[in-house]
């Protein structure tokens, strides 16, 4: 599992399989090859419930590492390392996706739904691959709420040629190994599939305003040469991060729900009080609705164990031990959110722990699905997001008792099936809904 040969070494490999190791003799192990050879590691990985805030919290001085060149020559808040341009760049987004702005999307979401549950609906009583369908609906959403423009996958009930998307992770293999393959082309005909959206999308004027609207604005109003490359940049991310972490969010709490039904009649029973089911605002004081997603979230976050940074020259102390400078370190949230460190009874699903029962969360710190600070290195979209996610399961739970089909009646391949492709590709998810009598 360590490697100690070589000048630069890679310290540690991991694969989601649910087992933790204590920080601290993971460095221990490590420290030895330090002492023995003089020569440190390339990369570490890091199971300890303060990682996120050692990598991305107030005053950290940690670098993005060279994976966030996917997009180069394009570049966008995400994807890229120039932290000042970052800066400059998240604005817009901080902009695109504020309050105001997710209130005037507001109408947009619950559209969106509304065509979830006729589609859920018109499959009442049949299996359905709730994967398939939740990421219909997160792209079809993401080319209304981005471009004003109808995707309409959930409409056809099929794939878009082009959002049929492979392994984000699978363009970085090909341009550094193998250029020529079908993926380098895939990846370069799914950046001009958004271009072309933008492209649509300027050429003509839309009523409401949309998220391309503040990307468009900043295009128009500097004379940057490098403005074209940042428009492309922040269009795939639109596309791209905009929709696949929601899909595989969404398809794990739905198994969740399936799992524990317990759960979820208690999240109906919070949920039919309301007076409006589209009531943002209410859905989001629901202490049981949140802390099942919460749990989710905790359980099986949508970024599985990306997330790398490399450590400034005079390296990164966690919790007392001394990482060297230009150490490449990962945190994987999938292992961080099991730890007995950070929670007590830590592999049960207890929605419980986010709002009545606060003793069986011991480390808050270790909980960081949406990344950790309040402005440059969180996720921008979280509102967005949980704003949908909530209405989604309030318009289903309502209207359906949720449970595993018959081909598949423990869900097991969700979990079983589990792919780590930077985001979360869970296992096949079959469900049935049954209407409430």
């Known amino acids: ?42 990369e570490i990985t890091v199971f300890h419930p303060m990682a996120h805030e050692a990598m991305d919290g107030p005053g950290n001085q940690n670098t993005r590492s060279d994976w966030y060149d996917l997009l180069y020559p394009r570049v966008s808040s995400i994807f890229t390392r120039d932290r000042e341009l970052h800066n400059v760049r998240r604005g817009i987004w901080t902009h695109a996706l504020s309050s105001t702005a997710i209130r005037a ?48 996958m959930m409409e056809k009930q099929e794939w878009h040629r082009i959002i049929l998307l492979p392994a984000i992770w699978i363009p970085r293999l090909a341009f550094a190994f193998i250029p020529g393959l079908w993926w ?43 403005r074209k490359l940042w428009l492309s940049g922040d269009t795939a991310t639109l596309v791209v991060a905009g929709s696949d972490t929601n899909a ?23 949920v039919h009080r309301l007076d409006a089911l589209d009531d943002a605002v209410g859905l989001s004081k629901l202490p049981h609705l949140n802390g099942t997603i919460n749990e989710t979230l905790r359980l099986l976050p949508a970024v599985l164990t990306f997330g790398s940074r490399v450590t400034p020259p005079a390296g990164l102390t966690i919790d007392g031990t001394f990482i ?4 490449k370190v ?30 069986l969360v011991r480390n ?33 739970v309502t209207r359906y008792r949720i449970g595993f089909a018959a081909g598949s009646p ?26 409430r009598g």
């Not at 794990?252 to 999240?267: G, Q, V």
Request: hydrophobic share 40%.
């Open 1 to 42: 599992m360590c490697s100690t040969t070589g000048t630069r070494s890679t310290a540690l490999l991991f694969e989601p399989v649910g087992h933790a190791f204590p920080l601290r003799s993971i460095f221990v192990y490590v420290g030895l090859s330090l002492t023995a050879s003089n020569a440190g590691p390339a």
């Open 105 to 152: 999307y507001h109408p947009r979401i619950v559209r969106k739904v509304s065509q979830l549950v006729d589609l859920i609906h018109e499959k009442e009583g049949q299996p359905i691959l709730i994967n398939e369908v939740m990421y219909w609906f997160a792209f079809d959403s993401m080319g209304d709420f981005a471009f004003s423009e109808n995707f309409a």
């Open 184 to 226: 380098a082309k895939w990846w370069f005909q799914m950046l001009a599939f958004c271009d072309q959206c933008m492209k649509r999308r300027m050429e003509r004027t839309v009523k409401d305003k949309d998220i391309a609207s503040f990307f468009i604005e900043d295009y128009s109003t500097t004379s940057d040469k490098r």
């Open 248 to 270: 595989p969010t969404l398809t794990h709490l739905f198994y969740f729900m399936a799992r524990y039904p317990e759960h979820t009649e208690r999240i109906y029973e919070e």
């Open 324 to 327: 060297p400078g230009g150490t």
């Open 330 to 359: 990962c945190a994987p949230r999938y292992t961080i959110g099991r730890l007995e460190s950070a929670y007590a009874r830590p592999e049960e699903f207890i929605p419980e722990r986010w709002y009545s029962q606060p003793e």
């Open 364 to 396: 808050r710190r270790a909980f960081a699905p949406f990344g950790v600070g309040k402005c440059q290195t969180s996720c921008v979209g979280k509102n967005l997001a949980l704003t949908q996610i909530r209405l989604v399961v309030a318009a289903l």
């Open 410 to 435: 423990n869900g097991e391949e969700v979990e079983a099936q589990m792919k780590d492709q930077l985001t979360a590709q869970p296992g096949p998810c079959w469900l049935e809904f049954t209407p």
